[in-house]
């Protein structure tokens, strides 16, 4: 089928306007503007003792039944919990994570977890390869207290035992197997109740500064691999949108050539059927 001149020159018109009506209407996560961040918290309290890293940051670290490092942890961190007092008020408790806690976990081959544990708080965070063992990854983060704990002041429901979590389906700092996760910028993880009968309504936000991680290191002492830097935002870059954003184009553009095609062959076809009658 062939098309003229002035033909050739409408469809390239058509074929451009959709493509930019397309691009108009996209709402992408990764392009929209975002404010800087404003930091939560300043440092927690330093320490006057003598410590292998800056006095500013804790080291965590759990070791393997074989007696080498499993997971390493290094980080400035603080726990923010939102709950509600008798006031029908709207308040915030911190606690800075202190460099001293109950540290119990599991090493695996492919799964391991990490337990902290300080003043009625205990968080957990489990880590996962990915299929081909190439990357691991944080697949979950919770955090286990009693809604009677001294840090609430005046709560509304004493007594209860809270459970917060990631949500499910969660993919934290996936990094090469063998290198340490590390990032200068803060990041946050938010923790909020799986269990739809929860009663506590509250919210919880780690607040992780200055951190750096690793998981299935088995080494001894605290050999950090090499690092791998987080992204510009802090959070893993997610493929799938620029993606979908291709192949819609490819196929909206598909289309409406096709379209164009048919809507001339029948108009044509229409035309000559006209003109033996």
Known sequence: MMFSRKELLYLRAL??????????TLQLEGLSTKKPRITKYTMKPTSSSATAVPSSLSLYRLDGSSGATCILIQTDALLSIQYRDKYNEDK????????????????????????MSWKGFTINIYFSKTPGGERWYVNSVDLAYSSSNKLFEHIDRPGLDVKLSTPPGTLLFPTPVGKSYTCDNEVIITMFAQDENDKSGHLAKLYLRE????????????????????SATGTYRDETAPIAVGSTLAVATVCTVVGYGLWRYFKVKKFQYGTMA
């Open 15 to 24: 074929v451009f306007a959709t493509l930019l009506h397309l691009c108009n």
């Open 92 to 115: 915030e408790a911190d606690s800075f994570l202190p460099d001293q806690m109950d540290i119990s976990g599991e090493c695996w081959e492919d799964e391991s977890r990490i337990t």
């Open 211 to 230: 951190l750096r991680m690793q998981s299935f290191m088995y080494k001894a002492g605290n050999a950090w691999g090499p690092t791998f830097q987080c």
